[in-house]
């Protein structure tokens, strides 16, 4: 099992920056494509940034340039960079894994394996 335990929302003014962190434990954790996922009230969810065992990166259209996914392994732990936030960007966001695929794609194909308890971001103008 995998287990994933989000920090670091709160409330902002648009503009502003935030820094989630998200502690992972439970098997494979290094072996294994991570990411974040958001969901604000009334909306779908959307997969905003992921980084693969490689090191490489996707991130949403919606926050590129903005926002910077990055991980410590050594210490089990995802991060995401949030800067120029605005109020489109209010949302509870979790930290994820699948067994299968990275998290952005296992949204799209309707599974995700592995969520935490999400942390709330709120962004006023």
């Known amino acids: 099992q995998v287990q994933l335990a989000e920090s670091g929302g709160g409330s902002v003014q648009a503009g502003g920056s935030l820094r989630l962190s998200c502690a992972v434990s439970g098997y494979g954790y290094t072996s294994r494509c991570v990411g974040w996922i958001r969901q604000a009230p009334g909306k779908e969810r959307e997969g905003v940034a992921q980084?693969?065992?490689?090191?490489?990166?996707k991130y949403a259209d919606s926050v590129k340039g903005r926002f910077t996914i990055s991980q410590d392994k050594a210490v089990h732990t995802l991060y995401l960079q949030m800067n120029n936030l605005k109020p489109e960007d209010t949302a509870m966001y979790y930290c994820?894994?699948?067994?299968?695929?990275?998290?952005?794609?296992?949204?799209?194909?309707?599974?995700?394996?592995?969520w935490g308890q999400g942390t709330q971001v709120t962004v006023s103008s």
């Open positions: 994820a894994t699948d067994q299968s695929f990275c998290p952005m794609h296992a949204l799209v194909l309707g599974r995700v394996n592995y």
């Open positions: 980084i693969n065992i490689d090191g490489v990166t």
